[in-house]
């Protein structure tokens, strides 16, 4: 996809783009303690008494008999609702359609019967290479290669910016004024914190800005809510862009109506998609499940070919060919045009010998591999080395 996202009931999770392994844009930690961290996080503090917590559950984790908070996945969007000390809070996460960032729309409800001062803080943390192993191990140069600016609404990483000016990440705010603002991670939680107390949500963000080590997005709006009053704070998420392109984003979502009208588009697109096959049983489970839920991620299935997820973190950079060859099955019927222009790209990885490549590229082109092919002696390979070999994801 061009762009990708992961979200779980909790908010965790990363984004990509076009790559799990070579485009990430937000740091996820697989099999870590505590689990499911870091994510895509709003903050609320109450500015009379200094207490807060998270939109979603994690990461403050409040106790649940003060804490209310529902999570409901949809197609192609999530919404987590939660409720605390009476604020209501509503974050929908989202891609719009054919765009390469994601929107959190979130809407803090004042439940209370006299105004409430409150703070708001969007925050994530951003890779410091957009290669996943990159970014996990090689840290005697990924440390080294980032900063952050803040500009105008939003913060802006950069990677290596005097070679490559449009390889950044950025973390930006419509609808709301920025207050204050952060893009130092270790700045932000502070030393022997963690996501749950972090330093910069206790204390407020002090400006602080990132010089090598770990970068973060963080953005603060004080706010105050009359009793019944709903007010807007759309957090925009992305990478690969330049300043213009991310200041016409943010400037879009200054629009409210922005917001409901990406997620009337993809409901349209996603359920006229899954309409292709309805059944209909005396069970109203089963029926969801098949209409809805397995057909959904079915075609997740197909257009990742499996590539990402919390269980994989998506080093195969491509197209395992007997995994998508196996996913086209489950959309055929929902979407033969799509199957069959999957298809006939497979076919195109097919070698002199009958076989498939094991890995198909993303950038894949037909006809140009010059991957070696063991059986034949006549390969560039062969030819250069004298020694038949077949590494399809060489």
Known sequence: PEYGAIISNNAGGYSFVKSGANGRVIRYRFNAVPNDQPGRYVYIKDAEDNDFWSASWAPVCKPLDSYKSECRHGTAYTVITSEY?????????????DATYEVWAAKITNTDTKPRKLSVTGYCEFVNDPNYEQDQVNLQYTLFITKTYFKNKYIHQMQNEIYNPNSGRFLGLASAKVDAYCGDRDAFVGSYRTYNNPKGIEEGLKGDLNYNTNSCGALQSDIVLQPGETKVLTYVLGGQKTEAEIEAI????ENENAVEKDL???KSYWHSK????QVNTPDADFNNMVNVWNAYNCFITFIWSRAASFQYCGLR??????DTVQDIQGVIHLAPEMAKKQIVFMLSAQVTNGAGLPLVKYDHKAGQENHPDENDENSVYAKQTGHPSYRADD
Request: proline letters at 3%; zero cysteines; charged letters at 25%.
């Open 274 to 277: 899954l309409d292709n096959l």
């Open 264 to 266: 009337a588009e993809l």
């Open 85 to 97: 000390k009476k604020i209501k809070s509503e974050v929908t996460y989202y891609v719009p359609m």
């Open 317 to 322: 950079n491509g197209f395992g060919y007997r």
């Open 250 to 253: 943010i400037a879009k979502y």
